[in-house]
Structures are given as C-alpha cells and as structure tokens.
C-alpha cells in the first residue's frame, strides 16, 4: 500500500493564481483532511470530509475550497492564491473505527 | 479563549535520559488526546492514544498521562536515544467529532 500520497510535492505561484492539490489514500478510510502547517504555530485543520460527498469547515477555511467526489481522494483548491497561504499542506486520512491519523508526505507551497 | 500549548518549544537533554513533554488545554473537553512525531520534511506519524478514562498509557519505551482536572497530558521517553531526536506534536479531537487542534510541538534534541 502507498498509504496517504500527495501531489505536488512543491509548487511555486503567483498571487491571484489558482491550483488544486491533490491527497489520494487506497486505505479504504472514510475520513480525509488537510492541514497547513506554518512555523511556530503547529497544524491548523483547514477543510475535512467524513465521506465521500460530504465536507466540513475546519479552523482555517478561509481561501480554500475542498472537493470529495471519490472516496479515495480529497482535493484542496486555491481559487486565488495570497502570499498568506504559504505553508506546507500535509493531507490525512482515518479509519472510522479508529481515532488514528495517517498522514502524506506534505506540499510545500509558496505564493509570490 | 481556546487553545493547545506545548510548553518548551525546545528541549536537549543527553541519551539515556527519560525526556518528559508537556501539553496543556483550554476550555476543551476531549475524549482522547494524541502523541505524534515529526522529523524534518515529513509528515507526522502517530505514537499513542490516551482515552479520557485513561490515566496512563505505555508504548515501548513511551509513556503518556492524561489528567482532566488539570487539562493536561505529559510524554515521557525512557533511556531515550538520538534517533529519538524529532518534533512531537499533541492533538485533540475539540469537539468529538473530526476537529482536530494540534499543539505547536516540541523539537526535541538528545544529545549522544
């Protein structure tokens, strides 16, 4: 199993770009999140989805939109991108017995 | 206000020391708080679960209290080594239903 992947790896955009960044998990989990990670300040909890279909707003929703059309994948959107939202994005997923996290490798991302 | 603090950003201490971490909340009632580790350029990946009705938990070499009265959880590492050195982040589930609030994390070092 690969477990939790994410694409891309680093990416680089201007301010006013858009782009989406893609978790994919083939651990057959129901529940997937996305994160940003910032210096000083830990994990903040941006959107995440109970199932397929379904989302939430987490701590900092703000500038991001989330889609979970199949269960196995859960897509992060920047419509306009801010250099605030600079950070590393790490995705996630959960089993629904279990209260464990799994998370990607991360994706580093600067706006300009 | 609400908020996750792990209270040494930074701690050294030299390898066969038991090292002790702290994570502290506010105004939240979590049913279970977790232990995650992180080394640089990687996601974090998860080290133990303690449940509210829990008092103590063991892993290994790990350790984790978790006291409600106090709002408060601490990590310890027995005999602790420098493959031990990583950031450990704490994470609570604020609501019980898919919130989660991570502490900023404490970048351990041990020193051989």
């Known amino acids: 199993n690969a477990g939790v992947t994410q694409t891309p790896k680093f990416r680089v955009l201007k301010t006013g770009q858009s782009m989406t960044l893609l978790c994919a998990q083939d651990m057959n989990h129901e529940y997937m999140y996305w994160y940003r990670q910032d210096p000083g300040m830990g994990l903040r909890l941006i959107h995440y989805s109970v199932g397929e279909g379904t989302t939430a707003k987490g701590e900092v929703p703000d500038g991001y939109n989330v889609s979970r059309l199949k269960k196995q994948n859960f897509l992060l959107g920047l419509e306009s991108a801010a250099p605030s939202q600079t950070s590393v994005y790490f995705c996630?997923?959960?089993?629904?017995?279990?209260?464990?996290?799994?998370f990607g490798p991360g994706t580093r991302l600067t706006v300009l | 206000s609400q908020k996750i603090e792990q209270n040494s950003e930074a701690l050294n201490i030299q390898e066969g020391k038991t090292a002790t971490l702290t994570c502290n909340y506010t105004?939240?009632?979590?049913?279970?708080l977790q232990w995650y580790r992180q080394d640089p350029g990687r996601g974090p990946v998860f080290l133990l679960l303690i449940r509210e009705n829990e008092k103590e938990k063991r892993k290994e070499r790990l350790k984790v209290t978790f006291d409600t009265t106090l709002k408060q959880s601490l990590f310890h590492i027995t005999a602790s080594q420098p493959a031990d050195s990583a950031t450990y982040l704490c994470?609570?589930?604020?609501?019980?239903?898919?919130?989660?609030?991570f502490g900023a994390g404490t970048r351990l070092t041990v020193k051989p």
């Open positions: 996630a997923s959960r089993a629904l017995a279990e209260d464990t996290q799994y």
């Open positions: 105004n939240y009632s979590p049913a279970y």
């Open positions: 994470a609570l589930d604020i609501n019980n239903n898919n919130d989660m609030r």
